[in-house]
């Protein structure tokens, strides 16, 4: 898959098979490696500045961080939010109307341990009753992940599970189903993915010397309500100067300057980490 073919190219079938199966899909190659270079640039840079003000990074664990961002600090957003294959995704998974609702990134640091077995958020109504996915997570690595780096993993086809207790967390009891499903990514600059954010998954232990920084985008059905988490925000000068179908699926604020940005989307149950022995001890 590459840049020059247009979203009909995308079989919908596929699409939809694979997320309503494992739950994630990718597209190898998506972008040019530049433009990969030029968005760690922009992240580096908004990175830095979030950790010098208050509130600015979301602790996501011991050295894992969060990051919300206005798209228009990333010089690739448009070429990202118009890929062709990320256009097919969204209107096959959640319609023509669907709307980006969160711009973002992670930064699993040297040290960063493993996260427990989770999903980004509890899953709603239409999903429990009606079987409906209605949102989405596109990730983008800025590196060529290895092993050390603390690559992610996700368990196939669980943003279909119910438990009881919390809707995010599901117990340790719970955990060797999921060590068992188990598939670890390892995506290459320029790769993107899309999933189902209710899948269950985690990111691991970084036990390298180098930081893996991921782009986050996440987009809603027109009923979705994931929107109120977020602060997506663009000036009135970048908002006009957008092609028309992206202004149409971009679900934001329109400011005549931009503002900070108030992040909402904490997990608590993510800043203390779970450490290697008790991993082992569920089952991994």
Not at 6 to 12: E, H, K, L, R
Not at 138 to 146: A, G, L
Request: aromatic content about 8%; some cysteine.
């Amino acid at each position: 898959m590459n840049n020059a073919q247009t979203g009909a190219d995308y079989d919908v079938g596929a699409i939809m098979g694979g997320i309503y199966g494992d739950g994630i899909i990718a597209c190898r190659g998506a972008f040019e490696r530049s433009t990969i270079e030029e968005l760690r640039a922009d992240i580096d840079m908004l990175f830095e500045e979030a950790q010098a003000r208050e509130g600015g990074a979301l602790n996501r664990g011991p050295n894992r961080y969060y990051v919300e961002v206005h798209p228009e600090r990333l010089r690739g957003f448009v070429t990202i939010a118009s890929h062709p294959w990320v256009v097919a995704v969204c209107r096959a998974v959640l319609g023509p109307d669907y709307r980006l609702v969160e711009v973002g990134f992670d930064v699993p640091g040297p040290g960063a341990m493993h996260q427990p077995w989770h999903r980004d958020f509890a899953a709603p109504p239409e999903t429990v009753r009606g079987r409906r996915l209605s949102s989405l997570a596109f990730n983008i690595t800025t590196v060529d992940v290895t092993e050390e780096m603390g690559p992610f993993e996700i368990a196939p086809g669980t943003q279909w599970d119910t438990y009881d207790g919390d809707p995010m967390f599901p117990a340790k009891e719970l955990w060797p189903r999921y060590e068992a499903r188990a598939q670890r990514k390892l995506p290459k600059v320029g790769d993107i993915s899309a999933r189902s954010a209710l899948t269950i998954h985690r990111g691991t232990a970084n036990r390298s010397s180098i930081s893996r920084p991921v782009l986050v985008v996440g987009a809603d059905a027109p009923d979705a309500t994931n929107a109120i988490k977020h602060d997506l925000q663009v000036s009135r000068a970048f908002y006009e100067s957008l092609p028309e179908q992206l202004r149409h699926n971009l679900g934001c604020r329109v400011v005549e300057r931009l503002e900070p940005i108030q992040q909402a989307h904490t997990i608590e149950g993510l800043k203390m980490g779970v450490a290697m022995g008790v991993m082992g001890a569920m089952g991994g």
